[in-house]
């Protein structure tokens, strides 16, 4: 150890003597990252890596593997699963720039250093041999979004440490074995979607998380105790097995309190778009046995009925004396509570696995033939869509609907047989939306955006839907993206649809209200190579895009798993498919006011219609993608260098366009993890190799046989380096993208 600890120095001694006098310090990359850099290949050891050096070396210009850079600072070292060994050294906070650092999946050892790079946005280092603890310096990293720290030997307690940190996003600490409770600054995260702690020795309670913004949270495999907290239960992906909690009374509301309250959480019970109408007890959860949590029914409803009578022998006695003090007053709250306490026994007199409000793909019971539930519109930050108030027989004056289905074939199917509901009836249209007569459908609702009146847009019910797709059946099943799964839908016509379920996050991202504003917004896009939405529902907590179906699927699928399809991409197709995917975001970013940026502009995104058209799909639909860093996006293969900064422009579009022509011109993928290390992101592995005409004719797919000119292919290259520079600045408007195709047919 200690003969690779002199080395160690004798290198960094070297480095130092670079930096001074060496003529390294001409080069393109700044000489600060210059050393930083060569500290950092030291410490490891000196691994093989292509174009890497030990001493001075130009990091951007020569292109070291793995190294990113803008202008002449390095903004990024990606070497996941390189082999490295080593350690890192106490150099890092050397790196003047360095935003991204992936490490992962190596055997680096040694101890997390205290010097960290301030800039650095997103750490990864899970995966490797680290041991001792996780430093406190982690809070001078005021800019980290993600840190993955996870599948390591550290140990020690998690440091009190993140109190600035309030940007950050994703934080994995999972299969270490760190111990002791959760530090109190772990509450300040307000941007924290993703925590990840299961398989540690971490102890205590979890209240310091119970006002995170979390939608994904592990804690198995751990010691936690206590109760937990309720906000926490609401949590959409939450895995808590193999924790010794209490068994404890989650308080809630008095048991005759009015109408359930439009911001009061749903119970954990119940999935999303379900409330709770009954009157509320405390309900006795425990999460020790090996089935979750259950409810002591008996115990609810003994609890229950000696609190009615408590309340009731307070209220005579309070009538009682208030009548004798005051003989002209009349006992009004007597008859008050009797009504409430009719209204309570109605209530549990339904089925005993009767749900209190429909699940959008569960079994209906019978009952609640005495209330109407009314769908309405929430107002303000609520962070349910729906809330359905309950409303006694006495008050009603509207009529009731009742619903006859057949019984349903599959466990998606909904069972509403001889249940009387009238918000199955479709609501009444915005003030944007308009009946449009001429245009109806006996099948569908007829409501139309206030548009041109060569389209509609109409209004589906779930129930439809579910009808059309055979209960969104696996056989149905198109495809699954970043907002959700596509399903294949039949009308009774025989005309074929998309129907794109959103998935829960996609879901919270908008109210109702604005989520109608956008629908409007994507229904005004009109253009041969935009897939056109056709119609939308916005039922019970679900949002659903309805959109034209294509039948070849999608550009992806062509190129990479469609033998059949990949047949059929000859070179002037491939050029034709990438006029069309031009002219598409050309349409978005120059003609639509205001500008639409794609923001994920990638081949799976691109469908081929039966003629093997192009429809890009996803167009305006930014607003409902959830917040995913910089470096998962360029982990895709098809996100721009300015993600790393934070910036994403219509330029960014253009760089993940000259993605999907490299895609069209080698036939590989964007990235593949099973390649070699160098050829893994195609876009550093083909860039270099354009302007080469002979690495470029090898470059090209093989199943093109040679069927194209040499001149074609150099000016198809050219287009591809000029979307891919480094600076946005530099990278061409998507309409000269669009001419210099056109001169290519």
Not at 93 to 109: A, E
Not at 408 to 430: G, S
Not at 531 to 536: D, I, P, Q, S
Not at 659 to 673: F, P
Request: charged share 20%; hydrophobic share 35%.
């Amino acid at each position: 150890m200690g003969y690779v600890n002199w080395q160690r120095h004798v290198w960094i001694f070297l480095g130092l003597i670079a930096f001074f006098g060496m003529p390294m310090c001409r080069g393109t990359t700044d000489p600060r990252d210059v050393f930083a850099i060569n500290s950092l290949y030291a410490a490891l050891g000196f691994p093989i890596l292509p174009g890497w050096v030990p001493i001075g070396g130009d990091p951007c210009a020569e292109h070291w593997q793995g190294v990113q850079c803008v202008n002449a600072n390095i903004t990024g070292i990606v070497l996941s699963g390189a082999n490295l060994g080593g350690e890192l050294g106490d150099g890092l906070q050397d790196f003047t720039s360095v935003i991204q650092m992936d490490l992962s999946n190596n055997h680096i050892g040694g101890s997390i250093p205290s010097n960290l790079p301030p800039t650095v946005r997103s750490f990864f280092l899970s995966g490797n041999q680290f041991t001792g603890s996780i430093p406190n310096t982690l809070s001078s990293l005021g800019q980290l979004a993600d840190l993955s720290l996870n599948d390591n030997r550290l140990t020690g307690n998690i440091p009190d440490a993140f109190q600035p940190l309030v940007g950050l996003v994703n934080l994995d600490l999972s299969g270490n074995n760190l111990s002791g409770q959760l530090p109190p600054s772990l509450g300040n995260l307000s941007s924290l979607t993703t925590l990840h702690l299961q398989n540690n020795q971490l102890t205590g309670v979890l209240n310091v998380l119970q006002d995170l913004p979390l939608n994904d949270l592990d804690i198995e495999n751990n010691s936690f105790s206590g109760p937990i907290p309720a906000n926490l239960l609401n949590i959409p992906n939450f895995r808590r097995a193999g924790n010794p909690f209490n068994t404890t009374v989650i308080p809630s509301p008095p048991a005759f309190a009015p109408s359930p309250s439009p911001s009061r959480a749903p119970s954990p019970e119940l999935t999303t778009g379900q409330r709770a109408f009954a009157p509320t007890v405390p309900i006795i959860i425990s999460d020790s046995g090996p089935g979750g949590k259950f409810l002591t029914t008996k115990r609810v409803t003994w609890i229950a009925i000696a609190g009615v009578l408590t309340f009731i022998v307070v209220a005579l006695g309070l009538c009682l004396y208030m009548s004798r003090c005051c003989k002209g007053s009349q006992p009004s709250s007597k008859i008050t509570k009797r009504h409430e306490m009719s209204e309570y026994n109605d209530l549990e007199k339904k089925p005993k696995n009767s749900e209190p409000f429909p699940k959008l793909y569960s079994p209906l019971e019978k009952g609640y033939k005495e209330a109407d539930l009314r769908p309405a519109l929430r107002h303000g930050n609520d962070h349910e869509t729906n809330s359905f108030r309950l409303k006694p027989v006495a008050e009603r004056t509207d009529f009731k609907t009742t619903v006859t289905i057949p019984e349903r074939k599959e466990d998606h199917r909904i069972d509403m047989t001889e249940l009387d509901v009238d918000f199955l009836t479709p609501p009444p249209p915005p003030p944007f939306l308009q009946v449009d007569e001429d245009t109806a459908d006996p099948i569908l609702s007829s409501l139309t955006m206030t548009r041109p009146p060569n389209r509609s847009v109409r209004t589906f019910t779930i129930s439809s839907l579910q009808e059309y797709t055979n209960s969104f059946s696996q056989e149905n099943l198109i495809g699954e993206g970043m907002l959700g799964t596509v399903y294949r839908a039949e009308l009774p016509s025989g005309k074929i649809l998309a129907v794109k379920k959103l998935n829960a996050a996609a879901c919270r991202k908008q109210s109702n209200e604005d989520f109608l504003e956008l629908v409007l917004s994507v229904s005004k896009l009109h253009h041969p190579n935009v897939v056109a939405l056709l119609g939308f529902c916005a039922e019970h907590g679900e949002k659903l895009l309805v959109y034209e179906y294509c039948g070849n699927g999608t550009l992806y699928d062509a190129l990479h798993t469609d033998d059949e399809t990949h047949k059929k991409l000859s070179w002037n197709m491939r050029i034709r498919l990438a006029l069309g995917a031009a002219r598409a975001l050309e349409y978005l970013h120059e003609v639509c006011q205001p500008t639409i940026v794609h923001k994920n502009f990638k081949s799976a995104n691109i469908l081929l219609d039966d003629e093997l058209g192009v429809r890009v799909s996803d167009g305006g639909l930014a607003p409902l993608a959830p917040s995913i860093s910089a470096s998962q996006l360029s982990g895709y293969g098809y996100g721009a260098p300015e993600l790393e900064l934070g910036s994403y422009t219509s330029q960014s579009d253009v760089y993940s366009f000259g993605v999907v022509m490299l895609e069209l011109l080698t036939g590989k993928t964007s990235y593949d993890r099973l390649r070699p290390r160098g050829e893994q992101f195609l876009v550093r592995w083909a860039v270099p190799r354009l302007h080469d005409i002979d690495a470029l004719s090898r470059m090209v797919d093989p199943s093109l046989n040679g069927a194209y000119s040499t001149k074609a292919l150099s000016r198809f290259a050219d287009i591809i380096s000029l979307c891919l520079q480094p600076e946005p600045e530099f990278r061409p408007p998507m309409s000269e993208i669009v001419e210099n195709l056109l001169l290519m047919i």
